[in-house]
């Protein structure tokens, strides 16, 4: 986990997958845990501001760099827009 992250901030842990313990949950032991009920309440409303966390850059063969971007670092600059996945 980042340390330079700002107290309170999420972190992300790229690259970085654990298993949990004991044997795997069916779907229906996953939906009615807590904490699946618990992510699907919706945290923000609209205009309320995103969550901040930074995440390491790339460099040109995608791989981790040790320069990071702060998603509060673009407040008031310019729009951002957050991409999950390929979009390739």
């Known amino acids: 986990m980042s340390t330079d992250t700002p107290a309170g901030s999420p972190t992300l842990g790229l690259g970085k997958r654990s298993t949990p313990p004991g044997p795997p949950k069916t779907k229906e032991e996953v939906q009615a845990s807590a ?6 309440i919706p945290k923000l409303q609209q205009g309320d501001p995103a969550f901040d966390f930074n995440l390491p850059t790339l460099d040109a063969t995608h791989g981790l760099t040790d320069t990071k971007v702060q998603l509060s670092g673009f407040r008031g600059k310019r729009p951002v827009a957050l991409i999950f996945g390929s979009y390739t």
């Open 35 to 40: 904490q699946h009920r618990d992510l699907s």
